[in-house]
């Protein structure tokens, strides 16, 4: 089983709509979530971070964290073109070892 | 800014060479890392280190090894390349808050073994 798991998609959504982003994790011990934005020939860019359950807000942006179910989402309200990339859930064990999924493509069309 | 800089943005090398990869960051962070990224595969954790001359193996540690020797520098060294080992290179650092602090990137290296 992989440590973190993602939906390799791509997840097509129309401009404007609401994407759902979602994520999984195996290992009960860790402590912090993030998620990444990478536009494709880019690196890797923190959009979000949440450390305790419940959601957390950031413009159109919101992360919801359930750490008795173990998964992490990201939704993306207003989607934009400019948002299509791949997204990127990583999690961070206590002892600093940060771990990422395999990334979803989102694809958004005007 | 963070600043995470890479040596090289794009090399070339034969089978068989010794690589190195150079990865420097300017934000006094303790923690250190090398990803691979594969298509499909995301990124993988090759190894990293929490302190000068301390390293943790990652997921894919085989045909690799690093070097931290200054905390603000973190070598990956590919002892003998092979073509397997093609792929995007990406060093990241993270300030050390038990876990708790997320990484920046540098641009990525696009290692070609021939």
């Known amino acids: 089983q992989k440590e973190v798991e993602q939906n390799s998609g791509p997840l097509s959504v129309p401009e404007g709509a609401i994407a759902s982003l979602n994520c999984t994790y195996s290992d009960r011990g860790s402590q912090s979530f993030f998620w990444y934005r990478q536009y494709s020939g880019k690196s890797p860019e923190l959009i979000m971070s949440i450390y305790s359950n419940g959601d957390k807000e950031d413009g159109r942006f919101t992360a919801q964290l359930n750490k008795a179910s173990q998964y992490v989402s990201l939704l993306i309200r207003d989607s934009q073109p400019s948002d299509s990339a791949t997204y990127l859930c990583a999690v961070n064990r206590y002892g600093n070892k940060l771990v990422f999924g395999a990334g979803t493509i989102l694809r958004v069309k005007s | 800014d963070v600043k995470v800089t890479q040596s090289s943005r794009y090399l070339v090398k034969r089978t068989g060479e010794k690589v190195f990869l150079e990865c420097v960051q300017d934000?006094?962070?303790?923690?250190m890392f090398w990803y691979r990224q594969d298509p499909g595969l995301g990124l993988r954790l090759i190894y990293f280190?929490?302190?000068?001359?301390?390293?943790e193996k990652g997921d894919i540690p085989e045909g690799y090894s690093v070097s931290r020797e200054k905390k603000e520098r973190f070598s990956l060294i590919l002892e003998s390349a092979s073509t397997n080992q093609t792929s995007m290179y990406l060093c990241?650092?993270?300030?050390?808050?038990?876990?708790?602090?997320?990484?920046?990137f540098g641009q990525g290296t696009r290692l070609t073994v021939v």
């Open positions: 990241a650092s993270s300030p050390s808050f038990r876990g708790l602090a997320e990484a920046f």
């Open positions: 934000m006094d962070h303790e923690n």
């Open positions: 280190s929490y302190d000068v001359k301390m390293k």
